[in-house]
């Protein structure tokens, strides 16, 4: 039987070290929703996500009363918009058009956010990806809860070097449209390499053509207990830190696999995966960098700083899959600057630089996440940023992303302000050089050899 | 075969008192919720207590039962806390 200490290390996690279910995401095919005529596809999707959705807001806070586990998002991803319009739509606007419905659809079931207004051209663009790509800022500032995502390389087919010219071009445009909020419609704008199709975590979310008709993702978090764990074994030795940690992913990760469980039997729609990912959020005691910082660094950023995080990220998933067997989506440890006042500390001390936080993309989930940067960064430049990340992904075989916010009229030592969960960043200095000449040159890296490791 | 029990842990935290276990069982019989374990402590005049219970019978449900239970904690003066069996379960046991 339960005892009380247990319990009551149960609920310390909820109230004081931020324990939490960070998002159920349901996953929904828009591929049955498919027609030529763009108003029939935009009344099909409608119907089709406020049916399967209906529930899901109040089953969440059913879940959370039951088991007395905050649960933070309710949200939805559906399939990438770029296949399921490019019968119907003739035009980027025509494409926004969706974008509107899904919002629309969004704040009629109460989510906060919806994903899956993406295009995947790893390897080429038909035109309907090109309209879509196109169209993102008109949609991104048209809307509230829509959030959108290209995945410009994979590892099976190299990078789109044509893309990704295009895509720092776009970003740079969303920047500008939403100047005066401090470019903030950017953060609902990621490009990935090797994009999973399960990832329940915006703005990456889509619902991936291989997967059911409706599937229900989980992602839990809880960098505020692995750190509240660690604080307890000081100066012990790897073996001890790798086994605390392993411990703690295990036990947090066994919420997000009920929390799942319970909530596809209440929605009656088939549970998918759990994604074991530690995401900070800007409340104090809720960061990665803390933790790093708890494993023996005066700041995320120091020299062992990628060991440390390599270590991190290992332990967490090797609790993660002993607590569920349907690991799925980034499951890792996030490392976003503006999400996380660990980093944020970082990047004001000088600790860090977008090299360092680069390198640490090669060992963790996911990449460059929630970077601001300054306004006057060139397009070619954002690309080049852009095709650094996606050949790490491409040349590692793991996802990495780019989320970069350049911040219009601001410049380096300027802050800019999301609010809430997203917090504030510092804008962090680019390298100055041009990679002009390497962008401009067009079409795509071949996929890498697998072969002759080094 | 035996009936399957719905097994609820109730945690109650707070200043101490004379009569909190008092009143929260009152409730929990008057709601023909059966109590299969307690145990109770006062650390520094903190009293702590948790209880097991079977909610099988319960002629309320467990959202109603849960706000009832929080709204009697305010009138005492303490904080009580219900939740089903399986999170405790899951996340303590292989």
Not at chain 1, 15 to 40: A, F, H, M, P, W
Not at chain 1, 399 to 425: H, M, N, Q, S, W
């Amino acid at each position: 039987m339960i005892n009380s200490w247990e319990v009551k290390e149960t609920n310390n996690m909820v109230e004081q070290e931020n324990l939490d279910v960070r998002t159920i995401t349901i996953g929904i095919s828009l591929l049955d929703c498919i027609d030529s005529d763009l108003k029939k596809l935009n009344d099909n999707i409608y119907k089709k996500i406020t049916t399967v959705a209906k529930d899901l807001a109040s089953v969440g806070e059913k879940i959370e009363k039951e088991f007395g586990i905050p649960i933070v998002n309710k949200r939805i991803s559906v399939t990438p918009i770029a296949l399921v319009g490019g019968a119907a739509c003739k035009t980027p606007e025509d494409f926004a058009t969706i974008a509107d419905t899904m919002d629309r659809a969004a704040k009629a079931v109460g989510v906060n956010l919806i994903g899956g207004y993406s295009a995947l051209v790893s390897k080429g663009m038909t035109k309907a990806d090109e309209m879509l790509i196109r169209s993102i800022p008109m949609a991104l500032c048209r809307t509230e809860r829509v959030c959108s995502s290209v995945n410009l390389a994979s590892t099976k087919t190299g990078i789109n070097m044509d893309a990704v010219k295009l895509m720092g071009e776009i970003l740079l445009e969303v920047a500008e449209q939403s100047k005066d909020r401090d470019s903030v419609d950017c953060m609902k704008l990621v490009v990935f390499c090797n994009a999973p199709d399960d990832n329940p975590f915006m703005a990456g979310a889509f619902h991936g053509v291989t997967e059911a008709d409706a599937v229900i993702n989980v992602g839990v978090s809880g960098p505020g207990v692995v750190k509240t764990a660690l604080e307890k074994v000081r100066g012990e030795n790897f073996e001890v830190l790798c086994e605390t940690i392993k411990k703690t992913a295990f036990k947090v990760t066994r919420v997000g696999q009920l929390v799942a469980q319970e909530a596809s039997r209440l929605l009656d729609i088939p549970f998918g995966i759990v994604d074991l990912s530690l995401a900070p959020t800007p409340a104090i005691g809720d960061s990665v960098a803390d933790i790093l910082c708890e494993i023996g660094l005066e700041y995320a950023g120091a020299p062992g700083t990628t060991a440390a995080l390599a270590l991190l990220n290992d332990q967490v998933k090797k609790g993660g899959v002993m607590a569920s067997s349907y690991v799925g989506g980034l499951s890792g440890a996030f490392i976003p600057v503006s999400e996380d006042q660990g980093m944020i500390n970082a990047v004001e001390a000088n600790a860090i630089t977008l090299e360092k936080l680069e390198a640490m993309t090669c060992v963790c989930s996911v990449g460059l996440d929630m970077i601001a940067i300054p306004g006057d960064t060139k397009a070619t430049t954002i690309s080049g940023i852009i095709a650094d990340e996606m050949a790490l992904g491409m040349v590692n075989q793991k996802t990495t992303a780019a989320r970069l916010i350049p911040v219009i009229g601001k410049g380096v030592g300027d802050t800019v302000e999301f609010g809430g969960l997203f917090g504030y960043a510092p804008i962090m200095p680019v390298n100055q050089y041009s990679c002009d000449d390497f962008i401009n040159r067009g079409g795509r890296i071949p996929a890498p050899i697998h072969s002759f490791k080094n | 075969m035996e009936n399957t029990v719905d097994k609820t842990i109730i945690t109650v935290v707070g200043k101490d008192t004379v009569g909190i276990i008092a009143k929260v069982c009152t409730y929990l019989a008057s709601s023909q919720i059966n109590i299969l374990d307690i145990s109770q402590t006062i650390v520094q005049g903190y009293f702590n207590m948790m209880m097991i219970v079977d909610m099988t019978k319960a002629d309320k449900s467990f959202g109603e039962c849960a706000d009832d239970l929080e709204k009697l904690g305010e009138e005492i003066g303490v904080s009580i806390k219900c939740q089903k069996e399986e999170i405790f379960e899951k996340m303590h046991r292989i």
